[in-house]
């Protein structure tokens, strides 16, 4: 008959914490403070789900062994936790171990996993137990190799543990490991494992160094895209946008095998290409003065920030001696008049700082959105002159459409009065050019095409710009007035302590 499941809430967990610590009193049991346990075990609960551990951010080791735990989770919060003991449960997954970057003993012995995987976060993991599992595919025990600290894994009892020799795989894969299934590695049996699987190691190392060489370089592309995108200009060095224009073409094929059309096509992406280039380049040179503009804008908030902050910190360490004085003079006071009169003038005193305060606030923030203006004014200046430059050069680049859109018709025409009077047939298409209005329009709406590409890219260019400028110094004058209102704000509660301070001396 199955145990029945019980529910792991507060009660239960602060019921353990109570037996495992010995305390003199009951009155000590509430002062306990969730953040100064450091170790929780419920075992043989029948749990059937973690829970109630988000107040436990200090635990450094958990155990729920023997229960009834079906998932992992729950366990976010825990981002100090060391040690965790989940063996002889019922999970079926390894999941939910994010948070646990400081993690270095996984017990997970005696549960239903059939892979091993989602522990990527784990990099400080030392010891790793996973015996009598579900686990069949030896080659999973690879993903261990990315844990440099790892010495010590239980593996046995699992599905692959039949095979001969498993630990001959998993010591030859794992060299780093010093304890299997909790007997000490002899140097003997790593050799063994060594010359045993020597040529698979050397293929997989020349395999992960393959795959290490593709992914920097996708990494490296990727880093490189996003920069172009940052200067509005990705995709337009080399024939990236000359392509696309007649990636849909009609009958292109056709059209291009007519004579004298394929050395107006190569003029035409040489010349549009060198264009694209020169503006790829302008938008990489513009990009380098903003980021320029905004290191210096960032310097000078600084400066302007770090003023105000010692201007504040002279008159409020003038005015609090003050105050001390003025308060120190009140408890000594026994005449009720002289004490009004001091008070009085306590609260004027107030109220000045405040004003103080608020003048200096008001020359920061006025001070901090003239930067923010000067600078935005000036990159707004350059996105204008790119802008206006990407105009003029996609102007060119439909100038150039046009211009080879004219001349091949002119080809195709002739050609088709060649053909019609027989004079030409040799390697072109019978069949197309017999229908001369059917050429035409293919001509005609791959020229629309070709020009519609160029307008949507222009547009989009013009419309990034246009939007980074806007949302970039939209979040830099939001950030400046939630600032500002924050010191307000203090301004305002310091004031109103201090007048409550001067009101319990009345």
């Not at 980021?291 to 770090?306: A, C, I, P, Y």
């Not at 002289?338 to 109220?351: F, L, P, Q, T, V």
């Amino acid at each position: 008959m199955d145990p029945v499941p019980s529910r792991m809430n507060r009660e239960m967990i602060w019921d353990e914490i109570k037996k495992n610590i010995k305390l003199d009193s009951v009155a000590e049991v509430g002062n306990i403070c969730p953040t100064e346990v450091d170790a929780i075990k419920l075992e043989y609960q029948n749990i059937l789900r973690i829970d109630s551990l988000q107040e436990f951010t200090s635990l450094v080791q958990l155990d729920l062994n023997n229960n009834l735990i079906k998932k992992i989770q729950g366990l976010d919060s825990l981002i100090n936790l060391t040690w965790l003991n989940l063996s002889f449960n019922r999970i079926e997954k390894i999941q939910g171990l994010e948070s646990l970057q400081k993690l270095k003993v996984l017990n997970l012995t005696n549960n239903q996993i059939t892979i091993i995987e989602n522990m990527d976060k784990l990099e400080n993991l030392t010891h790793f137990f996973i015996g009598s599992n579900l686990l069949d595919q030896l080659e999973n025990i690879l993903y261990l190799q990315k844990f440099k600290k790892l010495f010590h894994v239980y593996m046995k009892g699992n599905l692959f543990s039949n095979e001969d020799d498993y630990q001959l795989f998993i010591v030859a894969f794992l060299p780093n490991l010093k304890i299997l299934d909790n007997k000490l590695l002899h140097r003997e049996l790593k050799e063994k494992a060594s010359s045993k699987y020597q040529a698979d190691i050397e293929k997989r190392n020349q395999e992960e160094s393959r795959k290490q060489l593709a992914e920097e370089a996708l990494q490296k592309q990727e880093a490189e895209l996003n920069l172009h995108k940052e200067a509005f200009v990705e995709n337009l060095n080399g024939p990236h946008l000359f392509n696309s224009m007649f990636d849909e073409d009609f009958l292109s094929s056709a059209i291009h095998s007519v004579p004298g059309v394929g050395d107006l096509l190569q003029s035409f992406e040489n010349q549009m290409v060198g264009l694209c280039e020169q503006l790829f380049h302008r938008g990489l040179s513009e990009r380098e003065q903003r980021d320029r503009e905004l290191k210096l804008l960032l310097s000078s908030q600084d400066e302007v920030e770090e003023r105000y902050k010692n201007q504040t910190t002279l008159v409020l360490e003038d005015f609090n001696k003050q105050h001390r004085e003025r308060i120190k003079k009140l408890k000594r006071l026994t005449a009720q008049n002289s004490a009004s009169e001091e008070i009085s003038r306590g609260y004027d005193e107030i109220n000045k700082l405040t004003e103080r305060l608020m003048t200096l606030e008001f020359k920061l923030i006025s001070k901090l959105e003239e930067n923010i203006g000067n600078t935005e004014t000036s990159i707004s200046d350059n996105i204008t002159d790119f802008s206006e430059t990407a105009h003029e050069i996609f102007t060119e680049c439909r100038n150039l459409e046009d211009d080879f859109h004219h001349k091949v018709q002119e080809i195709i025409l002739a050609t088709l009065e060649n053909v019609a009077k027989k004079s030409q047939m040799e390697n072109l298409s019978q069949d197309f050019f017999t229908d001369k209005e059917n050429v035409m329009h293919a001509l005609d709406t791959n020229h629309k095409h070709h020009l519609g590409r160029l307008s949507d890219r222009e547009q989009k260019l013009l419309s990034s710009a246009s939007s980074w400028k806007i949302a970039f110094f939209k979040e830099v004058h939001d950030k400046v007035t939630q600032q500002n209102h924050m010191r307000i704000s203090d301004i305002h509660r310091y004031a109103g302590f201090l007048r409550k301070e001067l009101e319990g001396l009345q």
